[in-house]
C-alpha cells in the first residue's frame, strides 16, 4: 500500500455501506486514494437487501427487502447502473446491464391475514414509458397527490 492511501473501514454490508464502498472506489483516482475493506457481520452482505435460498423448501428464494426498490428510493436504480457498468459484462452475457437484467412488472399481488385468515388481491398497472433509471423531471405537488389517490383505490 502507498503511504499517501486512505485507509478506511465501512462497517456494514447493507445497501448504504456497500454504497460506501463503491463510491469510494469508483474510478482509478479514487481507488489510488483509498484503500477500502468493507466489514460485515456474519456471511451475508446486503442488509435489508439480503437474500438467500433455502435448501429445505426447494432452494426457494428467501429475501426480507425488496421494498428497497419501490419508488420511495430515487438513487437506487442510478446506483444499480453503476454497478453492472462497473462489471462490464461481455455483450452475450444474460445479465449484462440494466437493459437485459430488468424488464416491467405491471403486476402485484397483495396478501393480508385478518382473523387467522388469507386474503389478495391482484393489482395490475399500467407501464409507464421510459425506464425506472431513466433521469426524470421532479412531480408537481398535485402529481404526487392524483398518483397516490390512484395507487390507493386501486
Not at 21 to 30: G, K, S
Not at 48 to 77: P, Q, V
Amino acid at each position: 500500500m502507498s503511504e499517501d492511501r486512505k485507509r478506511i473501514a465501512v462497517l456494514g454490508g447493507g445497501i448504504g455501506g456497500l454504497t460506501t464502498a463503491l463510491e469510494l472506489t469508483a474510478t482509478p483516482e479514487l481507488r489510488a486514494r483509498h484503500e477500502v475493506t468493507l466489514y460485515q457481520l456474519g456471511w451475508r452482505a446486503g442488509g435489508k437487501c439480503a437474500t438467500g435460498r433455502e435448501s429445505d423448501y426447494g432452494d426457494r428464494i428467501l429475501e426480507h427487502g425488496l421494498h428497497l426498490w419501490f419508488n420511495g428510493y430515487d438513487n437506487a436504480f442510478r446506483l444499480l447502473g453503476d454497478c453492472y457498468d462497473e462489471l462490464d459484462r461481455p455483450p452475450e452475457h444474460p445479465l449484462r446491464d440494466m437493459d437485459t437484467a430488468w424488464r416491467p412488472q405491471p403486476t402485484a399481488i397483495l396478501y393480508d391475514k385478518f382473523e387467522d385468515r388469507w386474503s389478495a388481491a391482484k393489482r395490475t398497472y399500467p407501464i409507464e414509458s421510459g425506464r425506472p433509471w431513466d433521469e426524470v423531471e421532479v412531480p408537481r405537488f398535485w402529481d404526487l397527490v392524483v398518483g397516490s389517490f390512484r395507487f390507493v383505490t386501486g
